[in-house]
T-cell receptor, first 114, second 112 residues
Framework: GAGVSQTPSNKVTEKGKYVELRCDPI?????LYWYRQSLGQGPEFLIYFQGTGAADDSGLPNDRFFAVRPEGSVSTLKIQRTERGDSAVYLC????????????FGPGTRLTVL | AQSVTQLGSHVSVSEGALVLLRCNYSSSVPPYLFWYVQYPNQGLQLLLK??????LVKGINGFEAEFKKSETSFHLTKPSAHMSDAAEYFC??????????FGKGTRLHILP
């Protein structure tokens, strides 16, 4: 595909459950970013990957949140023991390298925790 | 620490009128500055970015923004609004460490 894709587009889960959100970056992009956008707010940075490694995970709110990118392409954001406050749109972006390269965003996954 | 402040969570302009969306930033080092647009149920799309070259940056869809260091501003303008410009606009700042800090957004309404 030409752009960043994210699946699922919508996820409804119950409090306490585990969820996985997937991001497929643009082919060849080495940098990948996760953001969270709560209602009425701008996106907030969660984590940044350069290749397979997390170069900056300072935005992850707590240890219930974890992300991987084992082969340097697809990434999965994992949330354990979900809470109602985790409800938000989770955005993924990728860029060719880093250091000011344009970030291209996916359409997001809307997570609703009941 | 870096931050951006967008003045006005909602802005309404008449079709054909000037669009002005305000953004002020705070950064301890020369920043990269961005404007993104988000249409309903779509991802963020980059309108334009400033990376320390020309202070007047031209973007897509007729938008432009001017970096004013003395005012720490990066306001977005378009001479003539079109109905299709109705969307949410985000100003953002980053440094060379890649993390982008977004403002809270301004929803632009176009009046017929």
């Amino acid at each position: 595909g030409a752009g960043v894709s994210q699946t699922p587009s919508n996820k409804v889960t119950e409090k306490g459950k585990y969820v996985e959100l997937r991001c497929d970056p643009i082919s060849g992009h080495t940098a990948l970013y996760w953001y969270r956008q709560s209602l009425g707010q701008g996106p907030e940075f969660l984590i940044y990957f350069q290749g397979t490694g997390a170069a900056d995970d300072s935005g992850l709110p707590n240890d219930r949140f974890f992300a991987v990118r084992p082969e340097g392409s697809v990434s999965t954001l994992k949330i354990q023991r979900t809470e109602r406050g985790d409800s938000a749109v989770y955005l993924c972006a990728s860029s060719l390298f880093s250091k000011g390269d344009t970030q291209y965003f996916g359409p997001g996954t809307r997570l609703t925790v009941l | 620490a870096q931050s951006v402040t967008q003045l006005g969570s909602h802005v309404s302009v008449s079709e054909g009128a000037l669009v002005l969306l305000r953004c002020n930033y705070s950064s301890s080092v020369p920043p990269y500055l961005f404007w993104y647009v988000q249409y309903p149920n779509q991802g963020l799309q980059l309108l334009l970015k400033y990376t320390s070259a020309a202070t007047l940056v031209k973007g897509i869809n007729g938008f432009e923004a001017e970096f004013k260091k003395s005012e720490t501003s990066f306001h977005l303008t378009k001479p003539s609004a079109h109905m299709s410009d109705a969307a949410e606009y985000f100003c953002a700042v980053s440094r060379s460490d890649d993390k982008i800090i977004f403002g809270k957004g301004t929803r632009l309404h176009i009046l017929p």
